[in-house]
């Protein structure tokens, strides 16, 4: 039987730390594929693929007491170029599958709610891991089931993702720093499959080692079970998980919470206390059914807000269109400095291989930055909401004497809060094309900072700001569409590294040049976001100036007295 929705948010904080763990041990671990294509060459993965001219036995006979000018091998394994390209063609499909299914996940999400997917995501996620294990027993025969391995595996990653996007809807004015842990420990999952491969070093079987991780993602799959609701997470600003009230003395038995029953409850005072009996006559009968006046007042004024604005006109606004093309510029110029990090490397380390390999293990140490830079952007989007006003105005009137405290207008201001995120990460972006620029290697570190922690930050505020300025209903399928666009943009890496390779030569300035420049447009979501600020300005002040016209004619500040 699943928790109801005040169950789940009594035990929020439970919840919420361990989807940050999961997060960090189930989501995107196909980001650590470096680290686990050595593990799969070592095991012997598509290894019958390689031809060894002298006519010696298979992989498994083979010692690695082999002469250096000899096939090269791997734990006694042979490996070759083929072997990459089908290797890398399996990570090609595990991977897409972590952008491209963000849409209809998404949709299903804000419609079935997270339980159902997160059941499924563990699932799959425990399954790839018992096929890896089975294939690594015969892998001249099964090394085919790497292909629907990583398939499930990064289908259930991105469920565990997008399904811990939710949880955050829970914390009020706390939800854009918990949506940037979620982000964050999303990001940082791509240590996984390193801190695995120490633990493969120390001599432990990868077959026990899968065996494990299916073994804990069971323990995934029942603490779902046991704490996650069927419902979705409604917004904080939708609904109190704590009030409950039936009103059958009003004609009605709706279950309304919180602020939705103190607009409710005001709107039947306001309609009981005009005598206007034409109007209750015509709205005496609705197909067929008596209902009390309040009863209509509910079906008629009440509905969420969040209905107002379809998903359709949301997708064509201007703010989801430049955020569009921010995270589309930034993902291109962030993956293509993945693709061709060990090519620059190379470059720069004039052909060091042990430098290279350090340097590779110092970025993916670096990928931890992830989870403890997000909450950063968290407390930006977050700045001063508590200091703001609901979007109602205050029902007690003022004694004599006492000024009425003005708050902040919050849609104000969680505009700005993304604002100032937006233009954080679009300068540490700017300041990661400067030192890409610089042919130097010591230099690279800096680079490798500013790559995690703007990869870190542009998934933060780019969902905070849809959580700030979109329905909640509508989150899953904003993140989902945002995620297949800027993937499908980010296929432009492939052209660029060849054309680094080829025309070029292997090097990278002016590809680093063009990205350079082409991530100035970033800026375009923080200038609009400027412009819109102004707007709600302009509307807050016309209201507050029609407020004060009011309380001069009525002589009071009870907005009850104006109707």
Request: proline share 5%; hydrophobic share 45%; charged share 15%.
């Amino acid at each position: 039987m699943p928790p109801t929705l005040a169950t789940a948010f009594a035990r929020r904080w439970w919840m919420a730390v361990t989807a940050i763990i999961e997060n960090l041990l189930f989501s995107a671990v196909l980001l650590g594929w470096g680290s686990l294509l050595i593990m799969l060459k070592s095991e012997g993965f598509y290894s019958y693929l390689c031809n060894e001219e002298v006519g010696l036995g298979d992989g498994v006979e083979i010692r690695p007491l082999v002469p250096m000018d000899g096939p090269l091998r791997m734990n006694g394994w042979l490996i070759c170029k083929e072997q990459d390209e089908m290797l890398n063609l399996a990570f090609t499909v595990g991977s897409f599958l972590l952008s491209a299914i963000t849409l209809p996940l998404g949709i299903v999400m804000d419609k079935y709610g997270p339980r159902k997917l997160r059941l499924l995501g563990s699932t799959c996620f425990g399954l790839s891991c018992l096929l890896i294990a089975y294939g690594a027993y015969q892998p001249n025969e099964l090394s085919v089931l790497i292909f629907i391995a990583l398939t499930f595996n990064g289908f259930g990653g991105m469920c565990m993702t997008f399904t811990s996007l939710t949880l955050p809807n829970m914390f009020g004015d706390l939800r854009s720093t918990f949506i940037a842990l979620m982000i964050g420990s999303y990001a940082s999952s791509a240590v996984t499959f390193p801190g695995i491969k120490v633990i493969y070093d120390l001599g432990i079987s990868f077959i026990s080692i899968l065996v494990v991780w299916a073994a804990c993602a069971v323990l995934v799959f029942l603490n779902c079970f046991f704490n996650w609701p069927l419902e979705p997470f409604p917004g904080p600003e939708d609904m109190d998980y704590t009030v409950k009230i039936k009103f059958n003395w009003l004609g009605f038995d709706h279950k309304i919470t919180g602020k939705q029953f103190y607009r409710q409850v005001t709107t039947v005072g306001r309609r009981l206390s005009v005598g206007n009996s034409l109007k209750q006559k015509e709205l005496a009968t609705k197909d067929g059914h008596k209902l009390c006046l309040s009863t209509m007042d509910l079906e008629m004024e009440c509905k969420p807000k969040e209905e107002s604005q379809s998903f359709l006109k949301t997708i064509i606004s201007p703010i989801f269109m430049l955020s569009l093309v921010t995270m589309s510029v930034t993902q291109l110029r962030l993956l293509f400095y993945m693709g061709a990090m060990n090519s620059v490397l190379e470059s720069l380390s004039d052909g060091d291989l042990n430098k290279v390999s350090l340097y590779s293990s110092i970025f993916g140490v670096l990928q931890l930055l992830c989870l403890m830079t997000t909450p950063v952007i968290g407390q930006i989007m977050d700045w001063k909401l508590k200091e703001c006003d609901d979007g109602e105005e205050s029902k007690d009137p003022c004694s004599k004497g006492e000024t009425k405290t003005k708050r902040r207008d919050r849609k104000t201001q969680k505009v700005t809060n993304a604002l100032r995120a937006f233009v954080l990460t679009n300068l540490l972006l700017v300041g990661f094309g400067i030192t890409c620029l610089v042919p130097n290697l010591p230099l690279q570190i800096v680079s490798f900072v500013l790559h995690t922690v703007v990869r870190g930050f542009i998934h933060s505020a780019v969902g905070g700001l849809y959580a700030a300025v979109y329905p909640s209903s509508q989150f899953g399928s904003l993140t989902g569409m945002q995620s297949l666009v800027s993937a499908v943009f980010a296929l432009l890496q492939q052209p660029l590294f060849l054309a680094m390779m080829g025309p070029l030569q292997g090097d990278p300035l002016w590809v680093n040049i063009g990205l350079f420049v082409l991530s100035m447009l970033g800026f375009l979501l923080p200038l609009y976001l400027i412009c819109y600020r102004r707007t709600l300005y302009k509307e807050q002040q016309q209201k507050e100036n029609n407020a004060k016209i009011y309380i001069k004619i009525n002589g009071s500040d009870i907005p009850e007295a104006f109707v």
